[in-house]
């Protein structure tokens, strides 16, 4: 099937050359998942190898968020600076070169380093990622494809899961010799030059966004890409609309600026750092970094943990695809708000099967039919997550931004995310040694909190070009007479 233009589409009507840009665009949300887990299986080895206590040792684990939070701050001024393309080469050389380091580290002070070099290139991919595809989709499509991001990020936690066990169980352990006297948990890491390589040959080969080359003024050069990814539109049309769009921006505010005058910021960069925020606090990661306590405390033996966060890692993935088919065909909010009905329903149930747990922190029991209740709830909200907050937050924050600001207000926004990540994180090992009863019941009013969040403040945007969505974020003045 071809489109007038003779352009090559699939059966879902998006041209091929599309398609390809946005899952190539979205290599670096697969280095995300990648560098998010690599870290599980290795962990448990790193603490033995380099004889560090509890403390030390979730410093090391979490110290790549505090890297991803600032590479994700900086990635918005390096994409509007240089181009998003350019940031893309970046994140990967750093990524690469965190693989390498953090996989022959000799010491934990080494193994920080490396770990927060690497965070700063994840937090890089984290934001041009979205922010490319969204900007390089037609507006039809951009639900699905700009979804992308989170499927790719999926995939790259279950790669990490999967080669972290496959290196595990060729040595006998993580910390046994693998080869060329290195042991397992160094390949983990070292695993994580082949994504990086990837990414960065890509991100030889890619064009840059059209809507960057408006902003730069080379619309000869913007035309060209919007004739590729968009050829059944009025490319003209396209062009005068960004333009419109940069000149209203610049009434109300300097170039590129995101300050507003209610709390220091514009009103829809603080929606986007909120949906960031509730992302993380509705503690998804507990599921994917402390998952051994829950699968103990139901029955399972601790050698089995690694075999069911891979099982878990492969739900996500297709709760996610399940969101790709759905987003532009039903709208972003009705998924959303039942997303979040989901969490809220299975996060409360956890908390009233661990009311009636015995032991506490590691030790914790439950008994009857609380442990598969406990089971089942965990489940049910990987499936409310992976169908909803996880693919459709990066959705929306790759379209709500004014094109001016669009980067550097996602990056932000991707900063926020990664420092809600790193607050979860370190934070559940205290809380679930306090009660776990009360940490499920916060993420359940979190989970709370995101439904009517969307239901108050998010509209839909479903079928819009980027700047007819952008409106209903941010109020226009109107031009002086």
Same mark, same amino acid.
């Not at 999926?154 to 010799?177: H, P």
């Given at each position: 099937?071809?489109?007038?233009?003779?352009? &090559?589409?699939?059966?879902?009507?998006?041209?091929?050359?599309?398609?390809?840009?946005?899952?190539?665009?979205?290599? /670096?949300?697969?280095?995300?998942?990648?560098?998010?887990?690599?870290?599980?299986? =290795?962990?448990?080895?790193?603490?033995?190898?380099?004889?560090?206590?509890?403390?030390?040792?979730?410093?090391?684990?979490?110290?790549?968020?505090?890297?991803?939070?600032?590479?994700?701050?900086?990635?918005?001024? +390096?994409?509007?600076?240089?181009?998003?393309?350019?940031?893309?080469?970046?994140?990967?050389?750093?990524?690469?070169?965190?693989?390498?380091?953090? /996989?022959?580290?000799?010491?934990?002070?080494?193994?920080?380093?490396?770990?927060?070099?690497?965070?700063?290139?994840?937090?890089?991919?984290?934001?041009?990622?979205?922010?490319?595809?969204?900007?390089?989709?037609?507006?039809?499509?951009?639900?699905?494809?700009?979804?992308?991001?989170?499927? =790719?990020?999926?995939?790259?936690?279950?790669?990490?899961?999967?080669?972290?066990?496959?290196? =595990?169980?060729?040595?006998?352990?993580?910390?046994?010799?693998?080869?060329?006297?290195?042991?397992?948990?160094? #390949?983990?890491?070292?695993?994580?030059?082949?994504? %990086?390589?990837?990414?960065?040959?890509?991100?030889?080969?890619?064009?840059?966004?059209?809507?960057?080359?408006?902003?730069?003024?080379?619309?000869?050069?913007?035309?060209?890409?919007?004739?590729?990814?968009?050829?059944?539109?009025?490319?003209?049309?396209?062009?005068?609309?960004?333009?419109?769009?940069?000149?209203?921006?610049?009434?109300?505010?300097?170039?590129?600026?995101?300050?507003?005058?209610?709390?220091?910021?514009?009103?829809?960069? #603080?929606?986007? +750092?909120?949906?960031?925020?509730?992302?993380?606090?509705?503690?998804?990661?507990?599921?994917?970094?402390?998952?051994?306590?829950?699968?103990?405390?139901?029955?399972?033996?601790?050698?089995?943990?690694?075999?069911?966060?891979?099982?878990?890692?492969?739900?996500?993935?297709?709760?996610?695809?399940?969101?790709?088919? *759905?987003?532009?065909?039903?709208?972003?909010?009705?998924?959303?708000?039942?997303?979040?009905?989901?969490?809220?329903?299975?996060?409360?149930?956890?908390?009233?099967?661990? %009311?009636? %747990?015995?032991?506490?922190?590691?030790?914790?029991?439950?008994?009857?039919? #609380?442990? &598969?209740?406990?089971?089942?709830?965990?489940?049910?909200?990987?499936?409310?997550?992976?169908?909803?907050?996880?693919?459709?937050?990066?959705?929306?924050?790759?379209?709500?931004?004014?094109?001016?600001?669009?980067?550097?207000?996602?990056? *932000?926004?991707?900063?926020?995310? #990664?420092?809600?990540?790193?607050?979860?994180?370190?934070?559940? &090992?205290?809380?679930?040694?306090?009660?776990?009863?009360?940490?499920?019941?916060?993420? =359940?009013?979190?989970?709370?909190?995101?439904?009517?969040?969307?239901?108050?403040?998010?509209?839909?945007?479903?079928?819009?070009?980027?700047?007819?969505?952008?409106?209903?974020?941010?109020?226009? &003045?109107?031009? %002086?007479?």
């Amino acid at each position: 099937m071809s489109n007038i233009n003779n352009e &090559p589409v699939v059966s879902s009507g998006i041209p091929r050359k599309v398609i390809g840009l946005a899952v190539a665009g979205a290599v /670096g949300g697969f280095l995300f998942g990648f560098d998010s887990s690599v870290v599980n299986g =290795a962990v448990d080895a790193i603490q033995g190898q380099f004889k560090l206590g509890d403390a030390l040792t979730g410093f090391a684990v979490a110290v790549a968020l505090l890297g991803c939070a600032l590479g994700a701050y900086l990635a918005g001024r +390096i994409a509007d600076a240089w181009g998003r393309i350019p940031a893309m080469k970046l994140g990967a050389g750093l990524f690469l070169v965190s693989a390498i380091g953090t /996989g022959l580290a000799f010491n934990v002070v080494d193994l920080i380093a490396w770990r927060l070099v690497g965070g700063l290139g994840i937090g890089l991919a984290s934001v041009i990622a979205p922010a490319y595809i969204s900007e390089i989709s037609p507006r039809k499509h951009r639900g699905r494809l700009a979804s992308l991001q989170q499927l =790719a990020i999926t995939v790259g936690i279950f790669a990490a899961l999967l080669s972290d066990a496959l290196f =595990a169980n060729a040595a006998g352990s993580a910390l046994q010799d693998l080869w060329f006297g290195l042991p397992a948990w160094r #390949w983990m890491f070292l695993a994580g030059i082949v994504p %990086a390589l990837v990414y960065g040959a890509i991100a030889f080969v890619l064009p840059e966004s059209p809507r960057f080359l408006v902003v730069k003024g080379k619309e000869e050069e913007a035309a060209l890409v919007f004739k590729t990814i968009a050829p059944d539109e009025d490319t003209d049309r396209s062009i005068r609309d960004i333009k419109a769009a940069i000149a209203e921006d610049s009434l109300s505010a300097k170039k590129g600026s995101l300050r507003g005058k209610r709390f220091g910021l514009l009103p829809v960069v #603080w929606i986007g +750092i909120i949906l960031s925020v509730l992302q993380q606090f509705v503690g998804i990661n507990v599921i994917f970094y402390y998952s051994t306590t829950l699968w103990q405390a139901v029955g399972f033996q601790e050698k089995d943990s690694l075999t069911i966060s891979v099982v878990t890692a492969v739900v996500n993935i297709l709760v996610t695809l399940v969101a790709i088919a *759905l987003v532009d065909r039903i709208g972003r909010r009705p998924i959303l708000l039942t997303g979040s009905i989901g969490m809220a329903v299975s996060l409360g149930t956890m908390a009233l099967a661990f %009311a009636s %747990a015995t032991g506490t922190g590691s030790d914790v029991t439950l008994s009857g039919a #609380w442990g &598969p209740i406990a089971l089942v709830a965990a489940n049910v909200f990987v499936v409310s997550f992976g169908a909803s907050w996880g693919p459709l937050v990066w959705v929306l924050l790759g379209e709500i931004f004014p094109s001016r600001i669009r980067a550097r207000a996602l990056g *932000l926004a991707a900063a926020a995310q #990664w420092i809600a990540n790193f607050l979860i994180t370190l934070s559940f &090992p205290v809380m679930a040694a306090a009660s776990l009863p009360l940490t499920y019941g916060m993420y =359940a009013l979190f989970a709370t909190a995101s439904f009517f969040f969307v239901m108050f403040k998010i509209p839909e945007t479903n079928g819009m070009s980027l700047e007819q969505a952008e409106t209903l974020f941010v109020k226009k &003045p109107k031009a %002086a007479k």
